[in-house]
């Protein structure tokens, strides 16, 4: 089982927006920043979001990041067909003294 | 622009050991930690450790320890992972990570390396 958690789904049309979420305690994303991947079908993992809400040079303004507390989330608005992969949130658990990720959640856009 | 090329992928028997490598470029080598990531098939990423190429120093995940060890080589700027006494269920593609500035993300990521353990 993943220390973080996400829903294993989500699905939205084209043009419109999703949310995913992630939730945590507080020796991970209550302590540290929060970092968000997308996984394409066999590729590597590529960095989204980073210390909570800030992009990668490169990376589309249609992708944001925020954290309350013990949980995150993930916004993509203007989705495109492009965007279906995987994601997931990343965060270092200072109990564990490690790094941790949610299961990821699969983004279905239809 | 960074590059992270890791070794090709690679078939063991249960209870020999891997080493993955990962080679670095296009920025200052000894300046940001390296991790390890698995994922298993159709699974989630599992974070395995880190390592500093400029000290070498190293820390693993609890539950890869006395079991993993990382080391790298400054002359190539290459980071490897050896993985002991693999078991089934460590089918999974490796990725070396580097760690991001302020070293709670990843920023940059190998292709990947699959290692299939199989009898």
């Known amino acids: 089982q993943s220390v973080l958690t996400q829903p294993p789904s989500v699905s939205a049309a084209p043009g419109q927006k999703v949310t995913i979420s992630c939730s945590g305690s507080?020796?991970?994303?209550?302590?540290?920043?929060v970092s968000w991947y997308q996984q394409l079908p066999g590729a590597a993992p590529k960095l989204l979001i980073y210390?909570?809400?800030q992009r990668p040079s490169g990376i589309p303004d249609r992708f944001s990041g925020s954290k309350s507390g013990t949980s995150a989330t993930l916004g993509i608005t203007g989705l495109q067909t492009g965007d279906e992969a995987d994601y997931y949130c990343?965060?270092?658990?200072?109990?564990?003294?490690?790094?941790?990720f949610g299961g990821g959640t699969k983004l279905t856009v239809l | 622009q960074v590059q992270l090329v890791q070794s090709g992928a690679e078939v063991k028997k249960p209870g020999a050991s891997v080493k993955v490598s990962c080679k670095a470029s296009?920025?200052?080598?000894?300046?940001?930690?390296m991790h390890w990531v698995r994922q298993a098939p159709g699974q989630g990423l599992e974070w395995m450790g880190w390592?500093?190429?400029?000290?070498?120093?190293?820390r693993y995940a609890q539950r890869f320890q006395g079991w993993v060890t990382m080391t790298r080589d400054t002359s190539i700027n290459t980071v490897y992972m050896e993985l002991n006494r693999l078991k089934l269920d460590d089918t999974a593609v490796y990725y070396c990570?580097?760690?991001?500035?302020?070293?709670?993300?990843?920023?940059?990521w190998g292709q990947g390396t699959l290692v299939t353990v199989s009898s």
């Open positions: 990570a580097r760690d991001g500035d302020s070293g709670y993300y990843y920023d940059n």
């Open positions: 296009g920025y200052t080598f000894s300046g940001y930690y």
């Open positions: 390592i500093h190429p400029n000290s070498g120093g190293t």
């Open positions: 507080s020796s991970n994303i209550g302590a540290t920043y």
């Open positions: 210390d909570n809400d």
């Open positions: 990343g965060a270092w658990d200072t109990s564990l003294s490690g790094g941790v």
